[in-house]
Protein backbone atom coordinates (compact mmCIF):
# COMPACT_ATOMS: atom_id res chain seq x y z
CA UNK A 1 0.00 0.00 0.00
CA UNK A 2 1.07 3.58 -0.39
CA UNK A 3 2.37 5.33 2.18
CA UNK A 4 4.30 8.63 3.33
CA UNK A 5 6.52 8.96 6.58
CA UNK A 6 7.54 11.72 8.00
CA UNK A 7 9.56 10.95 10.65
CA UNK A 8 10.00 13.81 12.97
CA UNK A 9 6.60 15.28 14.62
CA UNK A 10 8.69 18.66 15.76
CA UNK A 11 11.81 20.21 14.75
CA UNK A 12 13.05 23.15 16.09
CA UNK A 13 15.77 25.16 13.74
CA UNK A 14 16.85 28.50 14.70
CA UNK A 15 16.29 31.58 12.23
CA UNK A 16 19.04 31.82 9.40
CA UNK A 17 20.37 28.11 10.49
CA UNK A 18 19.74 25.39 7.53
CA UNK A 19 16.47 23.71 7.55
CA UNK A 20 15.60 19.53 6.24
CA UNK A 21 12.71 18.14 6.67
CA UNK A 22 12.36 14.45 5.89
CA UNK A 23 9.80 12.17 3.75
CA UNK A 24 10.21 9.06 2.55
CA UNK A 25 7.32 7.01 0.55
CA UNK A 26 6.57 3.88 -0.77
CA UNK A 27 4.68 3.12 -3.78
CA UNK A 28 5.85 0.76 -6.46
CA UNK A 29 5.11 3.31 -9.22
CA UNK A 30 5.65 6.72 -10.08
CA UNK A 31 3.93 8.85 -8.20
CA UNK A 32 3.48 12.63 -7.91
CA UNK A 33 5.35 14.16 -5.08
CA UNK A 34 4.04 17.15 -2.72
CA UNK A 35 4.13 18.98 0.20
CA UNK A 36 1.62 21.48 1.73
CA UNK A 37 1.37 23.90 4.48
CA UNK A 38 -0.69 24.83 7.22
CA UNK A 39 0.44 27.87 8.84
CA UNK A 40 -0.95 29.01 12.10
CA UNK A 41 -5.00 30.08 11.80
CA UNK A 42 -4.84 29.24 7.74
CA UNK A 43 -6.01 26.84 5.47
CA UNK A 44 -3.67 23.99 4.24
CA UNK A 45 -1.83 24.86 0.92
CA UNK A 46 0.43 23.74 -1.94
CA UNK A 47 3.87 24.21 -1.08
CA UNK A 48 5.51 23.15 -4.01
CA UNK A 49 5.16 19.85 -6.06
CA UNK A 50 8.25 17.29 -7.61
CA UNK A 51 7.39 18.08 -11.22
CA UNK A 52 7.24 21.66 -11.47
CA UNK A 53 10.38 22.04 -9.90
CA UNK A 54 9.75 25.34 -8.58
CA UNK A 55 11.21 26.78 -5.65
CA UNK A 56 8.57 28.49 -3.44
CA UNK A 57 9.29 30.95 -0.83
CA UNK A 58 12.92 29.68 -0.57
CA UNK A 59 12.01 26.19 -0.29
CA UNK A 60 13.10 22.78 -2.55
CA UNK A 61 12.47 19.71 -2.66
CA UNK A 62 14.35 16.60 -4.88
CA UNK A 63 12.77 13.58 -5.19
CA UNK A 64 14.77 10.47 -4.86
CA UNK A 65 13.58 7.42 -6.55
CA UNK A 66 16.69 5.50 -5.48
CA UNK A 67 16.04 5.82 -1.92
CA UNK A 68 12.39 7.07 -2.24
CA UNK A 69 12.72 9.90 -0.41
CA UNK A 70 11.58 13.52 -1.15
CA UNK A 71 12.45 15.78 1.66
CA UNK A 72 12.04 19.68 1.83
CA UNK A 73 14.98 22.08 2.25
CA UNK A 74 15.73 25.63 2.73
CA UNK A 75 19.27 26.63 3.27
CA UNK A 76 18.17 29.88 5.74
CA UNK A 77 15.14 29.49 7.88
CA UNK A 78 12.98 32.37 8.68
CA UNK A 79 10.67 32.89 11.60
CA UNK A 80 7.66 32.98 9.06
CA UNK A 81 8.36 29.47 8.11
CA UNK A 82 7.06 28.13 11.45
CA UNK A 83 4.27 25.93 10.06
CA UNK A 84 2.95 22.31 10.26
CA UNK A 85 4.28 20.65 6.89
CA UNK A 86 2.90 17.45 5.43
CA UNK A 87 4.84 15.47 2.76
CA UNK A 88 1.90 13.78 0.06
CA UNK A 89 1.93 11.68 -2.63
CA UNK A 90 -1.04 10.70 -5.52
CA UNK A 91 -1.18 8.11 -8.12
CA UNK A 92 -2.77 10.02 -10.68
CA UNK A 93 -3.87 13.55 -11.47
CA UNK A 94 -7.34 14.37 -9.65
CA UNK A 95 -6.92 11.22 -7.86
CA UNK A 96 -6.46 11.16 -3.90
CA UNK A 97 -3.65 12.89 -1.78
CA UNK A 98 -2.19 10.71 0.80
CA UNK A 99 -0.75 12.55 3.30
CA UNK A 100 2.03 12.14 6.00
CA UNK A 101 1.81 12.32 9.85
CA UNK A 102 3.37 16.38 9.31
CA UNK A 103 6.35 17.34 11.36
CA UNK A 104 5.68 20.99 13.16
CA UNK A 105 8.86 23.04 12.23
CA UNK A 106 9.36 25.95 15.06
CA UNK A 107 11.61 28.39 14.24
CA UNK A 108 13.50 29.44 17.34
CA UNK A 109 14.29 33.34 17.31
CA UNK B 1 -12.44 34.42 -6.39
CA UNK B 2 -14.18 32.79 -3.51
CA UNK B 3 -12.10 30.08 -2.44
CA UNK B 4 -13.29 27.26 -0.62
CA UNK B 5 -16.17 27.60 1.72
CA UNK B 6 -16.74 24.79 4.82
CA UNK B 7 -19.59 25.36 7.32
CA UNK B 8 -19.75 25.07 10.39
CA UNK B 9 -16.38 25.90 11.17
CA UNK B 10 -16.96 24.07 14.60
CA UNK B 11 -19.43 21.83 15.97
CA UNK B 12 -19.63 19.83 19.56
CA UNK B 13 -22.73 17.22 19.75
CA UNK B 14 -23.39 14.37 21.68
CA UNK B 15 -22.64 10.42 20.54
CA UNK B 16 -25.19 9.28 18.76
CA UNK B 17 -26.46 12.50 17.28
CA UNK B 18 -26.56 13.62 13.60
CA UNK B 19 -23.98 16.49 12.03
CA UNK B 20 -24.51 17.80 8.70
CA UNK B 21 -21.07 19.22 7.19
CA UNK B 22 -21.34 21.42 4.15
CA UNK B 23 -18.65 22.42 1.72
CA UNK B 24 -18.58 25.19 -0.99
CA UNK B 25 -15.82 24.48 -3.76
CA UNK B 26 -14.69 27.18 -5.80
CA UNK B 27 -17.12 28.05 -8.76
CA UNK B 28 -16.73 25.92 -11.71
CA UNK B 29 -14.46 23.29 -10.38
CA UNK B 30 -15.59 19.69 -11.15
CA UNK B 31 -13.70 17.76 -8.46
CA UNK B 32 -14.28 18.25 -4.97
CA UNK B 33 -12.39 16.02 -2.21
CA UNK B 34 -13.22 15.05 1.39
CA UNK B 35 -10.42 14.55 4.07
CA UNK B 36 -10.08 14.33 7.66
CA UNK B 37 -7.16 14.44 10.19
CA UNK B 38 -8.39 12.25 13.80
CA UNK B 39 -6.21 13.60 16.86
CA UNK B 40 -2.36 12.51 16.32
CA UNK B 41 -2.88 11.09 12.79
CA UNK B 42 -2.89 11.48 9.09
CA UNK B 43 -5.01 13.32 6.85
CA UNK B 44 -7.08 10.61 5.51
CA UNK B 45 -9.02 10.39 1.84
CA UNK B 46 -12.24 10.39 2.37
CA UNK B 47 -14.19 10.47 -1.11
CA UNK B 48 -13.80 12.61 -4.70
CA UNK B 49 -16.65 14.07 -6.57
CA UNK B 50 -16.70 14.75 -9.88
CA UNK B 51 -19.83 17.36 -10.76
CA UNK B 52 -22.27 15.38 -9.05
CA UNK B 53 -21.00 11.80 -9.46
CA UNK B 54 -18.44 9.74 -6.60
CA UNK B 55 -15.63 9.13 -8.29
CA UNK B 56 -13.74 6.91 -5.36
CA UNK B 57 -15.39 6.47 -1.97
CA UNK B 58 -13.21 3.96 -0.87
CA UNK B 59 -12.08 6.20 2.16
CA UNK B 60 -15.78 6.59 3.96
CA UNK B 61 -15.08 4.61 7.03
CA UNK B 62 -18.99 2.80 7.47
CA UNK B 63 -22.18 3.41 6.47
CA UNK B 64 -22.64 6.37 9.08
CA UNK B 65 -21.21 8.30 6.68
CA UNK B 66 -22.78 9.75 3.69
CA UNK B 67 -21.54 12.34 0.82
CA UNK B 68 -24.09 13.87 -1.12
CA UNK B 69 -23.12 16.55 -4.18
CA UNK B 70 -26.50 17.29 -5.73
CA UNK B 71 -26.01 19.23 -9.16
CA UNK B 72 -22.44 18.99 -8.86
CA UNK B 73 -22.30 22.39 -6.50
CA UNK B 74 -22.04 22.27 -3.29
CA UNK B 75 -21.30 18.63 -1.00
CA UNK B 76 -22.87 17.69 2.29
CA UNK B 77 -21.09 15.42 4.72
CA UNK B 78 -23.27 13.53 7.08
CA UNK B 79 -22.22 11.44 9.97
CA UNK B 80 -25.03 9.78 11.69
CA UNK B 81 -25.13 9.00 14.44
CA UNK B 82 -22.15 10.08 15.66
CA UNK B 83 -19.78 8.42 17.45
CA UNK B 84 -16.72 9.42 19.54
CA UNK B 85 -13.86 8.23 17.06
CA UNK B 86 -15.56 10.92 14.51
CA UNK B 87 -13.86 13.15 16.35
CA UNK B 88 -11.35 15.49 13.69
CA UNK B 89 -11.18 17.88 11.59
CA UNK B 90 -12.66 17.89 8.09
CA UNK B 91 -11.57 19.47 5.03
CA UNK B 92 -12.96 19.64 1.96
CA UNK B 93 -10.76 20.40 -1.40
CA UNK B 94 -11.49 20.95 -4.91
CA UNK B 95 -9.78 21.39 -8.31
CA UNK B 96 -10.62 21.94 -11.99
CA UNK B 97 -7.78 20.38 -13.44
CA UNK B 98 -5.28 19.25 -10.11
CA UNK B 99 -2.03 19.19 -12.59
CA UNK B 100 -2.18 22.51 -13.49
CA UNK B 101 -3.88 24.53 -10.73
CA UNK B 102 -3.56 21.77 -7.83
CA UNK B 103 -5.68 21.63 -4.71
CA UNK B 104 -7.41 24.48 -3.41
CA UNK B 105 -8.60 23.20 0.29
CA UNK B 106 -11.18 25.27 2.47
CA UNK B 107 -10.12 25.79 6.19
CA UNK B 108 -11.80 22.39 8.04
CA UNK B 109 -14.65 21.98 10.09
CA UNK B 110 -13.73 21.14 13.55
CA UNK B 111 -16.07 17.81 14.67
CA UNK B 112 -15.99 17.19 18.36
CA UNK B 113 -18.07 14.06 19.66
CA UNK B 114 -18.73 14.06 23.22
Known amino acids: AQRVTQPEKLLSVFKGAPVELKCNYS??????LFWYVQYSRQRLQLLLR??SRESIKGFTADLNKGETSFHLKKPFAQEEDSAMYYC???????????FGKGTRLHILP | EAGVTQFPSHSVIEKGQTVTLRCDPISGHDNLYWYRRVMGKEIKFLLH????????ESGMPNNRFLAERTGGTYSTLKVQPAELEDSGVYFC????????????FGSGTRLTVV
Open chain 2, 49 to 56: FVKESKQD
Open chain 1, 50 to 51: HI
Open chain 1, 27 to 32: YSGSPE
Open chain 1, 88 to 98: ALSENRDDKII
Open chain 2, 93 to 104: ASSQDREIYGYT
